[in-house]
């Protein structure tokens, strides 16, 4: 059977909303080149995390930065052009002279700035005080704004026409008596180069205005914030925390260190509860050299972080900038954010919070408007026979006219094509063996006994609690008919038991094989050897902690994932290691087997998630684009798409033909740790640290539903058979069911809705919540539906 093409060309592409794609070779580690042969894909979302860092200057992609285009755009062999000395008693002309002169400083053109200097007989020390406040009035740093921001607007020409006449000579002066006059490639004194550089990263940070006026100029954008009407004082909020961040590393990269400081302990406690931690981590960036190593920090310097304004919130936040001719902040606003301006009403802030909190903002809307085929493909059709005791179970039962309408749904349900599913091949599946139309027909017929839950009909629960768990459980998986339990274990080990009166049992000998007739009716059962059963297997190979464990579906195969950085591949014939998957550089957090089987997905601390076949050495697909960890994968019913949950507080769903992301979800205030898909195939729920889960259309790419119950991490979902009821298992020691009919049944998805991402979410969680069970002192682990409808649960008994 043929897998998904591997596609060889290691190149990662670096897509930037401005500017032209730049193609990056990949570099050492970054995730391009471990695989061999991978597609490295950078996602919608901006920068692609690890992979492609932009490398200019002007952080667009390739854009040179606005304020030192004046240099660039100039013609470079211009002489200066100042016919007479310029009078500098008029204290207008002396702010703007001084406003040139400091600009050519920071420019670092020292034969421009002492030709102006000697034409305007100015001291040295008189320019050195231009930057301070006081000097001129207290206005020499808002001077020089005002006037980079004039000198900016006329590059084109050679002269501007508004200033006075030094201006015009200022900034002819630039151009033409720098030292080396620009090359195309050149932005100031950085070379885009065509490598990711991290100096080149950080160089966008070059001082661009006086450390002591930064609180001034927070401060006064604040003030107008919060003076401004409440329609637009919810969405320009939005903007204290990247403007912030980025103020404070400017600071921090031109070596102010006391005025940082300051900054930040001023300002730190004004942003959302849920940035804690990522100022905790920036915190701790208080020198120059701090930068360069830190990954999270890059990771906000190359990835635009993402803002969703109205338009007339847009315009009344220009009008105010360039009225205080504050240039320090519009030109952060340009340079690190994505504003993804809507036409329409302004959001309340309630709709805000609900979509906020990811490490990088929202998501564009252009990113989940792709289509998305989140139906289920075409059952093969299998004859069902009917057993005379499954008869004999439907007249006791007293009502077999429940009982056949059913049976014809789900008859139903394999004939008929989803309009909505992908086609049949597009991407190429294992061809279903005997064994597998055995086990479907054994399927279909727990189905008919199956339970209909609902309001008035819980299911039961059966917990499965680890004790004297061998140094921590750290991942548990269940079969799909509920017959074996695996737990992965911090001792390196993985443990199988069968939950069954059915013991474990390994195949014999090959000498002993080659004695069974090969032909007989029960040859399975006489290959394997009695000596051998017990109801627990002990699985070694690992060295470190096993982190993620996954049942193929024909149960022949256990997948597992560690912190040793490898995915293994265990038979449960023979309970040995068939393969080691190696990859990933670090440890690997999750995996998960495909429903059809054969393919499989992996997701890990070098935040990348990879697609393999069970015949390859090499992934597939490598799905970069997440800005931390990936915690958790999962497949979607339809094995066409895979959603990755990440520590930079997103979900993303990336299509297994292309390796593009085809979603991005944001919402959650914490890193996610659980993922489920409905069995339609049309809903995603997701839980994370901040102990909500939320619940997304996949076909309109929007959040649908909030649950709120949890006081602690969600670390397992799992939607019941039919897709009535959601099981959410937490850190708090409690399963609670959800009433999943109820929570999408009213959805009204309008076109306005899907076009500018508005949600209103309804405040019912509380009806939703249909119950809830403590255990004694049990973290819930992981949760499985059987066949029938029953919950089992597991976990780690935790002693207070």
Same mark, same amino acid.
């Given at each position: ?24 070779? &990949? ?14 894909n950078?996602?919608?979302?901006? *920068? ?86 006081g ?17 900016t ?133 208080t ?17 635009k ?38 036409? *329409? ?69 394999s ?12 991407? &190429? ?18 189905t ?37 339990i ?56 690992h ?67 990879r ?43 990336w ?18 740790h ?5 069995p ?30 949890h ?10 058979r ?12 409690t ?66």
């Amino acid at each position: 059977m043929a897998a998904l093409a591997e596609e060889q060309t290691e190149v990662a592409v670096k897509l930037e909303p401005e500017g032209q794609p730049t193609l990056l070779p &990949p570099q050492a580690g970054d995730g391009a080149g471990e695989g061999g042969g991978g597609t490295t894909n950078n996602g919608p979302n901006g *920068g692609g995390g690890n992979v492609a860092a932009a490398a200019s200057a002007g952080g667009d992609g390739g854009t040179p930065n606005p304020v030192v285009a004046v240099s660039a755009a100039a013609p470079a062999g211009a002489a200066p052009v100042p016919t007479a000395a310029p009078e500098v008693g008029a204290p207008h002309d002396r702010q703007t002279l001084l406003a040139v002169l400091q600009f050519l400083r920071q420019s670092n053109l020292r034969e421009a700035e002492e030709a102006l200097r000697r034409e305007a007989r100015l001291l040295e020390e008189a320019v050195a005080g231009s930057g301070a406040p006081g000097e001129a009035d207290g206005t020499g740093a808002e001077a020089a704004s005002a006037l980079l921001s004039r000198v900016t607007a006329s590059a084109p020409g050679p002269a501007a026409p508004d200033p006075p006449s030094t201006a015009a000579s200022g900034a002819t002066t630039v151009s033409g008596s720098a030292s080396a006059p620009a090359a195309p490639g050149k932005v100031g004194s950085v070379a885009v180069e065509d490598q990711p550089d991290v100096s080149a990263v950080l160089s966008a940070y070059n001082q661009q205005g006086d450390p002591a006026m930064y609180e001034e100029y927070y401060s006064g954008l604040k003030h107008f914030i919060e003076c401004s009407l409440d329609c637009h004082r919810a969405e320009l909020s939005q903007l204290f925390y990247p403007l912030f961040v980025h103020m404070y590393l400017e600071l921090v990269y031109n070596q102010h260190e006391n005025e940082a400081k300051s900054f930040f302990e001023k300002f730190h406690g004004d942003q959302e509860c849920y940035y804690q931690d990522d100022l905790r981590v920036l915190s701790s960036l208080t020198k120059k050299e701090h930068m360069k190593g830190n990954e999270t920090m890059l990771d906000f310097r190359t990835s635009k972080f993402v803002l969703r304004i109205s338009r007339d919130s847009y315009q009344l936040l220009k009008r105010h900038l360039q009225e205080k001719q504050n240039n320090q902040i519009w030109n952060i606003v340009q340079e690190h954010l994505y504003i993804d301006i809507f036409d *329409g009403m302004p959001r309340s802030k309630q709709q805000i919070d609900a979509m906020v909190g990811s490490l990088a903002g929202e998501a564009k809307r252009e990113a989940n408007k792709s289509k998305v085929f989140f139906g289920l493909l075409k059952e093969p059709e299998i004859e069902v026979p009917l057993d005379d005791e499954d008869e004999e179970g439907e007249n006791e039962e007293g009502k077999p006219k429940k009982k056949k309408p059913k049976k014809d749904s789900i008859g139903s349900k394999s004939k008929k094509q989803d309009p909505n599913a992908p086609p049949q091949n597009r991407i &190429p599946l294992p061809e279903l063996k005997d064994s597998d139309k055995l086990d479907k027909i054994m399927n279909m017929k727990e189905t008919t006994k199956r339970v209909r839950l609902g309001p008035d009909c819980l299911p039961s629960i059966c917990f499965y609690t680890f004790l004297n768990a061998y140094q921590g459980l750290t991942a548990v998986d269940v079969t799909d008919d509920s017959s074996l339990i695996a737990g992965g274990f911090a001792d390196s080990t993985v443990r199988v038991w069968s939950v069954t009166p059915k013991k474990l049992r390994s195949v014999k000998q090959a000498a002993d094989l080659s004695l069974i007739d090969k032909e007989s009716d029960d040859v399975l059962e006489r290959i394997m050897d009695e000596k051998t059963a017990s109801e627990l297997k002990i699985l070694y190979g690992h060295s470190g902690p096993v982190y993620g464990a996954s049942f193929s579906p024909d149960r022949n195969y256990l997948l597992s994932s560690s912190e040793d950085g490898t995915v293994r591949l265990w038979s449960l014939q023979t309970f040995t290691c068939l393969v080691g998957y190696k990859g990933h550089n670090y440890p690997v957090w999750d995996t998960q087997f495909s429903p059809y089987g054969y393919y499989f997905v992996s997701g890990g601390h070098d935040r990348v998630a990879r697609l393999w076949a069970t015949d390859h050495y090499q992934p597939l697909r490598i799905f970069a684009g997440h800005l931390a960890d990936v915690n958790c994968t999962r497949f979607h019913p339809n094995s066409n798409y895979v959603a990755t949950g990440s520590a930079d507080r997103t979900v993303r769903l990336w299509d297994v033909l292309n390796g593009n992301c085809v979603r991005i979800f944001t919402g959650h205030k914490g890193p996610i740790h659980s993922l489920t898909f409905s069995p339609n195939g049309r809903f995603l729920a997701t839980g994370a640290t901040d102990g909500r889960v939320l619940l997304w259309d996949i076909g309109h790419g929007l959040m649908v539903g909030e649950l709120k119950g949890h006081t602690d991490t969600v670390c397992s979902l799992r939607f019941s058979r039919d897709g009535e009821i959601l099981a959410s298992g937490s850190m708090d020691n409690t399963v609670r069911l959800w009433d999943a009919i109820k929570a999408f049944e009213d959805l009204e998805t309008d076109d306005f809705t899907t076009a500018t991402g508005h949600i209103n979410l309804p405040e019912n969680s509380q009806e939703l919540l249909l119950g809830t069970y403590m255990t004694k002192s049990t973290p819930v682990v992981h949760l499985h539906f059987t066949r029938r409808n029953l919950v089992l649960a597991a976990g780690a008994y935790s002693p207070q």
